[in-house]
């Protein structure tokens, strides 16, 4: 397995060139540039309708590897259907790696995605989470955190919290279906490449779910991308963490978490949540980061 | 030659093995679900080797992983039915988009609501503008020669589109016909391994199924080009197709039409059950013929109205509606011949919907009707199940 101690080992060499239609800052697009370093060109990326989608845009492409689009929902499926056409035709030491946003990974894609993982197929499901459906413009998703703005949640009146629904635990759920399950950051690439270095060995299904920093959606200066994912992880927002044969391993684990609202109020998503949102948002990142802790290198699922 | 007792959905299934599918992904439905235990059970018994029988969720992921598995030079079976087909009915538009020549048996079955599991054609003539080639069997013989056949279509480097081949439910499916199985060796023959020139492979990536801008209008143009490509590559593969099985099949089935005043258009296995009223029609002197439509895309526009051209009267007889608007093959084959010179009336009747049984009677019922129509100048458009509706 290929290992990675500092940032001076991550290869130079990359398979994500210009000429990308994504934002300036864009964290999901900074994440696949940062897998294929890993990956390589003989990795065929499937791709659920999303952000990412515009990557290539006919007849050009970013990208030095192949690429499906085929719809939303149905990525995890289009990928176990490569892995079986290429192990088939003696192509088995390609890589396939799903690449899909949280709206078509926790919610219209979540049956495949399960069915994928439950029959364990060789595949790294990569879902850059930018809490959000991004590429339509920022709608809610149920990976979308308490207390987030989005146009569907969008604070008023009636409603000042904006999302009131908590958003799924993913990673628990992932892991309860015995795969390697781990959460990814930006802003800790060295972390991010060897649990896709990882991933590439295993002989069945990997999930790394990446925080996909989203300047548009978040609402921040696209320079604060790295600064963000840091602070998601510090804060206890986006712990870093991964389970494998049920077993919880903590990868960054601190003594204290920063208070949640060095992380809201850099982004316009937050900005009016009332205080007693920012209350019941602490709250329930502490009792995940509670948890956490009390399983850490124990049976968690 | 010898022939075996098998049901349609194991001839679709010889179909699937003689061609060494080499990906099945699947999902079960009733009245499909014989045709994928077959398949399952050679899979088991080491009567598939190299081909992977992959479990899946549900239809739509059935059809994903059918394009995946395709987009990487798969040769790739499937089956469904009904509400099943409904599903895939997004990933069918992508997969014709991809050129991705896919093979699937659909088992006809009526839509809900109210649930029926008995067999009517709503479910196959809904992916009409899919952009898949469509292909429908009348007997358990054509489902085995018509799955062999879209293989060979489907993979011509002029054609590259995917096809369904549809047999009614229960009629076919689950009912035992003398058929004729082809040796391995025939179908090697007939159709050669699947080598695709445009897959993803090793030190060529590939982009499939990338946005466009304004080429969007070019590739839908070229889709339907492929489409009506296939018309001329289906007749070319009849010669090989007779060559090798000696057995062959036209753009259209054409039965006692040679003076035919009368014609009834029908689709699928009630075609048999018309065909043998006709014979006793006939010997009542009336000039009864029957044009059956086995190949529903591409269109054959010019086999159709050839074959109509000299008709007096023509019944459409759809197991098959358009709410509010009547059968779906009634006004296709209008505008099949609004260019000829003479202009035949044409009745339309919507009958055998959810399974109601098309018998011989209510084939002489509907001629009856299209005689009075010739008679009267009048053609009608007529729900044949009901006293009234």
């Given amino acids: 397995m290929q290992e990675f101690k500092s940032l001076k080992d991550i290869p130079e060499q990359d398979y994500f060139t210009g000429g990308s239609s994504a934002c300036a800052g864009c964290g999901p697009s900074l994440g696949l540039k940062l897998a294929l370093k890993v990956l390589g060109p003989e990795t065929i990326i499937i791709n659920s309708a999303g952000c990412m989608t515009l990557l290539p845009l006919y007849p050009n492409t970013p990208l030095k590897a192949s690429w499906i689009h085929n719809a ?43 069915a994928a993982a439950a029959k364990n197929e060789r595949i790294i499901y990569i879902c850059y989470n930018n809490q959000s459906y991004g590429n339509t413009g920022f709608q809610w998703s149920t990976a979308t955190p308490y207390g987030s703005e989005t146009k569907t949640t969008p604070r008023g009146k009636e409603n000042p919290t904006g999302n ?17 399950a781990a959460t990814a950051s930006l802003a800790y690439p060295v972390d991010f490449l060897n649990k896709l270095s990882r991933a590439k060995e295993r002989d069945g299904f990997s999930y790394i779910e990446l925080l996909g920093a989203c300047t548009a959606g978040w609402n921040y200066d696209p320079r604060l991308t790295i600064k963000i994912s840091k602070l998601a992880v510090r804060c206890g927002m986006w712990p870093l963490y991964e389970i494998e044969h049920g077993m919880l391993n903590l990868n960054k684990d601190f003594n204290e978490l920063k208070p949640i609202d060095e992380f809201l109020k850099m982004q316009g998503r937050y900005r009016a949540l009332p205080p007693e949102g920012v209350e019941r948002l602490q709250e329930l990142i502490d009792e ?14 | 030659m010898k022939q075996t007792l098998v049901t349609g959905n194991e001839a679709a299934a010889w179909g699937a093995r003689l061609v060494r599918a080499k990906y099945i992904p699947n999902f079960p439905i009733t009245p499909q679900t014989e045709c994928i235990e077959t398949l399952a ?39 469904t039915s009904s509400q099943g087909l409904l599903l895939m009915h997004e990933v069918l538009y992508i997969a014709a988009g991809m050129r991705l020549p896919i093979v699937m048996a659909t088992i006809s079955r009526g839509l809900s609501a109210p649930v029926t599991l008995w067999s009517d054609h709503n479910d196959f003539l809904d992916q009409r503008d899919s ?3 469509m292909f429908h069997a009348e007997n358990n013989q ?22 369904m081949v549809n047999m009614d439910g229960y009629v ?31 030190n060529r990536p590939v982009t499939v199924g990338p946005p466009v801008l304004e080429e969007y209008s070019i590739f839908r143009a070229q889709n339907h080009v492929a489409s009506r490509n296939a018309l001329n590559v289906i007749e070319e593969v009849q010669d090989d197709f007779e060559k090798i099985f000696g057995r062959r099949y036209h753009l259209v089935d054409e039965f006692m039409l040679e003076d035919a005043e009368l014609v009834l258009v029908t689709q699928g296995s009630m075609s048999t059950t018309a065909k043998a009223a006709i014979l006793e029609m006939r010997d009542e002197g009336i000039k009864v013929g029957l044009l059956r439509l086995r190949i529903i895309r591409p269109w054959p526009n010019e086999a159709v109205a050839g074959a109509l ?78 006293e009234e509706i």
């Fill in chain 1, 72 to 114: 939303i929902e149905n990525a995890a499926s289009t990928a176990a259907g490569a892995r079986h056409g290429l192990d088939n035709l003696g192509n088995g030491d390609m890589n396939v790696v799903v690449y899909a946003g949280d709206g078509a990974t926790y919610d219209i894609g979540f049956a495949s995605l399960s």
């Fill in chain 1, 164 to 180: 009131t629904i908590v958003n799924k635990d993913m990673l628990k759920i992932m892991g309860a279906h015995r795969v390697y």
């Fill in chain 1, 288 to 301: 995940h980061w509670a948890e956490l802790k009390e399983y850490n290198k124990q049976r968690y699922v």
């Fill in chain 2, 41 to 79: 059970r050679w899979s088991a018994d080491g009567e598939l080797p190299g081909t992977y029988f992959d479990r899946m969720e549900s239809e739509h992921s059935v059809m994903s992983a059918a394009v995946g598995a395709a987009a990487v030079g798969s040769r790739v079976f499937t089956a």
């Fill in chain 2, 131 to 133: 952009g898949w080639l």
């Fill in chain 2, 142 to 163: 054509e489902v085995l020669d018509m799955v062999l056949q879209a293989y060979r279509i489907a993979e011509d480097p002029r054609v590259l589109l995917p096809a």
């Fill in chain 2, 172 to 202: 076919l499916s689950f009912t035992d016909e003398p058929i004729i199985i082809p040796s391995p060796g025939q179908v090697e023959e007939f159709l050669p391994k699947y080598a695709p020139a445009h897959t993803i492979a090793k």
């Fill in chain 2, 309 to 386: 051209k000299d008709a007096k009267a023509i019944a459409v007889i759809d197991r098959n509606v358009a709410p509010g608007k009547g059968g779906i093959m009634f006004p296709e084959i209008i505008e099949t011949l609004y260019n000829l010179d003479r202009l035949p009336l044409v009745s339309g009747f919507v009958v055998g919907l959810g399974g109601n049984p098309q018998t011989e009677s209510k084939v002489k019922e509907i001629t009856h009707k299209l005689m009075d129509d010739l008679a009267a100048g009048r053609p009608r458009m007529e729900w044949n199940d009901l």
